[in-house]
């Protein structure tokens, strides 16, 4: 076990927080403000807590934190403060991990149960503070945020224009009312507006609590470490240890492995072919993280066949970044034709199983 990192490498430490300072201002300072600070702090705000734990130690973690349930707080009051439950968890999973010098693999798997853990965490405090109805809750107090925005008006008739809500009148009937700053909608179509958006939202909340529970966590455990622990070994003057870390254009699935994840693919038909809400639920579950771990091979792929050109690194993790978000599907087929095929030379015959 190594020394406890308490303070190290403040110069870079600074930046971070500066940085983090400056992204939580902006997203609680910007219109539809909750919003954005939810939707975009379930990856910033772990990712964050990661890369601050690499790089600056426990104090580093404290400060970063208390950056986020400042931002918190100015837009929930008290009740943001649950926000630390869900960033948290994994920075500190990931900091002791590296205190202890434990293998990579292992550090990864601690730092996913850490994830899950603070995501249950948070469930059950919102769970509590909205009567047990978490998502419901969730989706009037975004409703109650919408109402008060000054571009209300216009956001909604982009989202109609848009076809992603419809008034649910008659064809003909006036949908706008003239008011003392121009022109709105009428108390009908505003109310239908709100119920098929409160509906969509409440949707979208319960799939993504899923999903942070199987693919996000996956993605956070796996690429948000091995990011944290990059910029954690080459900060100065009080590098991490990478923890035998591979490069990422060499992470791959061991064969043994690899065929008891196609257990996990039956969660597709599970989702699709099930005439129960629970086992429709389990397969969903199975089918995520199934998705997950091929997209991260996939991508390990593209990330081995650009390492062989002559593209800047920079601009190559752009790349990786941009087929990450928009070509998910893609990936996960050539992550599987990898497994197939072992197009990296990576697998042996003797079928070890090597850290990934």
């Known amino acids: 076990m190594t020394g406890i990192r308490v303070l190290t490498n403040h110069r870079r430490t600074l930046l971070l927080l500066a940085i983090l300072t400056a992204l939580v201002f902006a997203l609680s300072s910007i219109p539809l403000a909750p919003m954005y600070f939810v939707f975009f702090g379930l990856i910033l705000f772990p990712l964050a807590g990661m890369g601050l734990a690499a790089v600056g130690g426990w104090l580093a973690i404290l400060f970063g934190g208390a950056v986020v349930a400042w931002g918190a707080t100015r837009l929930f009051g008290i009740p943001g403060l649950m926000v630390l439950a869900y960033m948290l968890p994994a920075a500190i999973a990931l900091l002791i991990s590296i205190e202890m010098r434990l293998p990579y693999l292992k550090a990864g798997l601690a730092v996913l149960a850490s994830y899950v853990l603070g ?5 059950f405090f919102i769970q509590r503070a909205a009567g047990g109805n978490a998502f419901p809750y969730a989706a009037q107090e975004a409703i109650l945020a919408l109402e008060h925005l000054p571009q209300r ?8 224009k848009g076809g992603l809500i419809s008034h649910g009148q008659p064809s003909g009937t006036q949908v706008f009312i003239e008011n003392g700053n121009g022109w ?6 505003l109310e239908e507006f709100y119920k098929q958006l409160a509906y969509r939202i409440e949707t979208l909340l319960q799939s993504l609590f899923h999903g942070m529970l199987t693919s996000l966590g996956i993605y956070i455990a796996a690429i ?23 490069n990422f254009e060499n992470w791959h699935i061991p064969r043994p492995i690899g065929m008891k994840l196609w257990v996990l693919a039956a969660g597709y038909l599970l989702m699709v072919l099930g005439t129960s809400v629970v086992i429709q639920l389990a397969g969903s579950l199975m089918f995520n993280v199934f998705f997950a771990i091929y997209t991260v091979q996939g991508l390990a792929v593209i990330d081995h066949r650009l390492s062989h050109t002559r593209l800047n690194r920079w601009l190559r ?23 197939a095929r072992d197009s990296r030379g990576l697998r042996r015959d003797s079928q070890k199983i090597e850290k990934f």
């Not at 995501?119 to 469930?123: D, G, K, T």
């Not at 008006?153 to 109609?160: A, E, S, T, V």
């Not at 709105?184 to 179509?189: G, N």
């Not at 948000?224 to 900060?235: D, E, I, P």
Request: charged share 10%.
């Open 153 to 160: 008006d216009i956001f909604l008739y982009n989202l109609w």
């Open 184 to 189: 709105t909608f009428t108390p009908q179509v």
């Open 224 to 246: 948000g470490s091995y990011a944290a622990l990059r910029l954690g070994k080459t900060a100065q003057p009080d590098s991490c240890p990478d923890l035998g870390m591979p």
């Open 317 to 339: 993790r752009a790349l990786l970044i941009v087929l990450f978000i928009i070509l998910q599907p893609l990936l996960v087929i050539i992550g599987i034709l990898d497994q």
């Open 119 to 123: 995501v249950l965490a948070l469930y």
